[in-house]
Structure formats: structure tokens, C-alpha cells
């Protein structure tokens, strides 16, 4: 004999909110007219514009999660950002269709759906930062706000000499600014530093498990005096050794700063759906 349920015994369809996807988006900006990448009460930000081209985009209001913090006037080509969203749109509409939603300065350059869970901060492994600088005489209006212009003579093979002795695990404190009494470890492990002339640019590629608050910066600003002549290499070592805050630098400025990369795991070096 065969059960007929009655119409109130049917079951309800299910909740749009067990239906929402997590999707993760990779974002190239220019920080120059920014006051970082964070939310900010009266000053503009990338989460901020990122959010209302979401809410634009889907018609709901979306709050994302990034990778990192980047401070004003700070550049990214490789910035991770993650949401929650119930919008059935494609994910090609969170490429293009985002873009078009979005100032000039900022844009989505890849998109894929990524498992709930996912932290885009706390499961960060690695990250990768470059410092771009001007070395030469003159300075240039195709570079401005895009690389620090330093003119004068650099030793790069004494910068790269002292900047290898940063790899490993090792106490940054030194290297950062702006530390409270409540901050947690300074303990950091840094996989690559180095520095690549390509004509009038100066590249410093670091890569790290995390960064202290300004610290490739300050790092730059001191490996800058050791090209100079300023300091020698176990100079430098005794500032890394001495884990004393706010003793390095000086902190070179943000606009030669960029977040080029956030890794995960093996598997997330792949290709993101770049559409």
C-alpha cells in the first residue's frame, strides 16, 4: 500500500542560507587613494569598495575577509579576499561583472568556490611582498606612487649578503613598528629575501610565513643603508639579534610596497578560474 503524505507534511524547501557558496577572490589594486585595504570609518578603502560592487552586484549586503592588511598607499597584485554569498550568479559574473562595479584602481582578476571553512588569513602559509625602487637620478612621472625613487649607488650584492641571514625562523621585533603591550609573538619565518636589478628598477622579493606591522618596509630601509655603506652586514645582524623594537629602519615609503602573492597548500599554487 503506498503512503500519501499530506500537504503540511511535505518538507519545506531548504533555507537559502544552507545554499550559500564561499568564493574566493583574487584582487590587484593600487593603494594609492586608499587608507589601506581594511574597512575605515571616514576614509576610503578596498574592503569598503569591495563590498558595495558585492552588494551592487548580487542585491544583498556581503562583508569579505582578506589575507592581509595592507597600510595606506600599499599596492597589491595578488590580494585574497573570501565571502559568503546565496547570489546564483556564474562565477565568471564575479570576475566581469564585479569589475564593472568597481573603481579603476581596483579589480578582480580570478575567482573559484572554495570549501566553507575557508580562512583566507588564518590559512595563509606563505605570502610574498616586493618593494619596487627608482635607482636613478631623476625621478620619473610614468613610477609616481608606483616605486620609491632613490637616487645614488647601491651595492646589491652587500644588500643580498645581508638580507640572506634573515631566512629561517627568526624574532623580527626589531624590524616592526607600531607594537602594543598585548601583541603575541614576533617570531616569523622567512623563506626568501632578495634583491634583482632589472634597468632603473630595484626589486625586493620577500617571502614569509607572515609580517610584522611595517616590516618590509623597515627591512628595505635598513638593507638600504647597507647598500649605501651606511652600515656593514653584521651590523645589521646585531639589529636582527637584538629583538628591540622600532630599532631598524628608516621605514621606506608605501608607494613602492606590493602584496604579490598569498599561498595556501600545494594544490592552491594552480591556476585560479581567471576568466
Known amino acids: 500500500m503506498s503512503l500519501t503524505l ?6 519545506p524547501d531548504m533555507p537559502r542560507a544552507f545554499l550559500a557558496r564561499r568564493l574566493m577572490l583574487v584582487v590587484e589594486y593600487n ?3 586608499y587608507a589601506g585595504s581594511q574597512r575605515q570609518a571616514a576614509e576610503p578603502s578596498i574592503q569598503s569598495c569591495l563590498e558595495e560592487a558585492l552588494s551592487r552586484l548580487t542585491g544583498s549586503e556581503v562583508t569579505i575577509s582578506l589575507a ?15 565571502f559568503l554569498t546565496d547570489s546564483e550568479l556564474p562565477i565568471r559574473a564575479f570576475v566581469h561583472g564585479l569589475n564593472h562595479h568597481l573603481p579603476a584602481d581596483i579589480a578582480v582578476i580570478s575567482a573559484k568556490v572554495v570549501d566553507n571553512g575557508f580562512d583566507p588569513r588564518r590559512q ?15 625621478r620619473s612621472p610614468l613610477w609616481q606612487n608606483l616605486a620609491y625613487h632613490l637616487p645614488g649607488t647601491l651595492d646589491i650584492e652587500l644588500m ?10 627568526h624574532d623580527f621585533a626589531s624590524f616592526a613598528t607600531g607594537l602594543d603591550n598585548d601583541s603575541k609573538s614576533t617570531v616569523r619565518h622567512i623563506y626568501e629575501a632578495r634583491f ?11 617571502v614569509g610565513s607572515a ?18 655603506g651606511k652600515i656593514s652586514t653584521a651590523h645589521f645582524k646585531s639589529i636582527l639579534d637584538a629583538s628591540q623594537p622600532g630599532l631598524a629602519g628608516p621605514t621606506v615609503p608605501a608607494c613602492g610596497l606590493y602584496l604579490n602573492k598569498v599561498l ?3 594544490n592552491n599554487e594552480e591556476e585560479y578560474e581567471n576568466i
Do not use: W
Request: net charge positive; charged share 25%; proline share 2%.
Open 6 to 11: 499530506a500537504p503540511d507534511c511535505l518538507i
Open 31 to 33: 593603494g594609492t587613494g
Open 68 to 82: 592581509g592588511r595592507t597600510d595606506t598607499g600599499v599596492h597589491a597584485r595578488g590580494q585574497v579576499i573570501s
Open 124 to 138: 595563509a602559509l606563505k605570502r610574498e611582498y616586493e618593494y619596487l625602487m627608482l635607482n636613478r637620478e631623476t
Open 160 to 169: 643580498n649578503e645581508a638580507a640572506a641571514l634573515m631566512v629561517g625562523e
Open 196 to 206: 634583482r636589478r632589472e634597468g632603473d628598477i630595484i626589486a625586493f622579493r620577500i
Open 211 to 228: 609580517f610584522l606591522p611595517h616590516q618590509v618596509r623597515s627591512t628595505v630601509g635598513t638593507l638600504i643603508r647597507v647598500g649605501q
Open 264 to 266: 595556501y597548500n600545494t
